[in-house]
């Protein structure tokens, strides 16, 4: 027989079984209603913990008045990101004119001959030349017969664009989220250390918390460093072989290696036009220097944000930015970085755990 204590008991676990299986639920239904903004708001996230410390020195500045302070936090960045997105529609509009030039000009057979610059280029010179001679005899039937490829390369300048500027707007959103946040950072910082140490116990909780600002903190520094390096490292290029608008192209160069698109974006339409324009000496010079610009970009990436880990040795963060790059985009570097860290900071702390309990037992 089941005594009277015993179905109270197994009565409190079905109810509790229940309750758990409504709060996944309601979990699940929470995820759907908010993963469209889950962009903005780690946008948000990043900015808030990245400029913390630069939100609270303009507060000082401000004389303690954060409204002051947000305002001038939300026009600060805005005009920095707004900089390189003008340079770039104007930069894409002249394009777009140009290749609506170029068709009017297919149309009437005017198919002007391409410099030495380009046709004397080394491996892909004469591939060049020969489509390009093509074009010139026949460019009704040459573009039907690479009909797919243009496409595709349309394709992608429009989706790339489209997704730049989708990106510009998570940004600008999120600087907007970030102020408000950075506005109720110590109530919002109270909760989130009682929450974390309720789920992972009082110390546990604020190392893992500083852990994932520290991650954060670490990108960001990582990211931004090499954008500012690269957006040098093209102005002096640029500068060198007297391109128009140097300055603005620097600063779209900045805004794509910060959002990852690569440096590239800009450094291929400039050699094209240094090409056709008949400088083959500069055009050579720019083939290379972009080379290396594109592998600057790619190698002092994930050295800066592993050198600005901290505590975390070199392989974490560098598996987390790669990784989470590779899986999620932009964003992805930050959530790789922190998850790397949470778990490296969990088996470290589980290992020393391991390592005193024997001697513990060996004590008593």
Not at 90 to 117: G, M, Q
Not at 245 to 266: E, H, K, T
């Amino acid at each position: 027989m089941i005594s009277i204590e015993q179905r109270k008991n197994r009565r409190d676990y079905i109810e509790r079984i229940l309750v758990l299986i409504l709060f996944l639920a309601l979990l699940l239904m929470l995820f759907d209603v908010l993963k469209v903004f889950f962009g903005i708001l780690t946008f948000g996230l990043i900015f808030s913990v990245s400029f913390y410390h630069a939100f609270e020195k303009l507060t000082k500045l401000a004389k303690g008045k954060k409204s002051i302070a947000t305002g001038i936090y939300i026009i600060i960045l805005i005009v920095l990101l707004l900089i390189p997105l003008i340079f770039f529609t104007s930069s894409l509009t002249k394009h777009i004119k140009d290749i609506i030039e170029f068709v009017t000009r297919l149309k009437n057979n005017d198919v002007p001959d391409l410099p030495i610059a380009i046709t004397g280029l080394p491996l892909i010179g004469d591939g060049i030349s020969a489509l390009w001679n093509n074009l010139q005899k026949s460019p009704k039937e040459t573009i039907i017969a690479h009909e797919h490829q243009i496409k595709n390369v349309l394709h992608h300048i429009v989706t790339s664009g489209m997704g730049v500027i989708g990106t510009g707007i998570q940004f600008v959103l999120g600087i907007i989220i970030s102020a408000m946040i950075l506005v109720k950072s110590d109530t919002i910082l109270q909760h989130i250390r009682l929450a974390a140490q309720h789920l992972f116990g009082a110390t546990d909780g604020i190392v893992l918390l500083d852990t994932a600002t520290q991650a954060i903190r670490s990108v960001s520094l990582g990211v931004m460093g090499t954008a500012f390096i690269a957006g040098i490292v093209g102005w002096i290029g640029l500068t060198i072989t007297h391109t128009p608008f140097a300055i603005g192209l620097s600063a779209l160069i900045f805004f794509l290696v910060m959002l990852q698109i690569g440096p590239l974006f800009v450094w291929i339409p400039v050699v094209i036009w240094t090409g056709l324009t008949g400088h083959t000496g500069m055009t050579i010079f720019l083939i290379i220097y972009g080379v290396v610009l594109s592998l600057l970009d790619a190698i002092l990436k994930p050295i800066f944000i592993a050198k600005s880990g901290g505590k975390y040795p070199f392989w974490v963060i560098f598996i987390g930015v790669i990784g989470g790059l590779a899986a999620w985009g932009f964003t992805g570097m930050f959530k790789g970085a922190i998850i790397m860290s949470v778990f490296y900071t969990i088996f470290t702390s589980w290992l020393e755990r391991k390592k005193l309990s024997p001697s513990i037992n060996g004590v008593s």
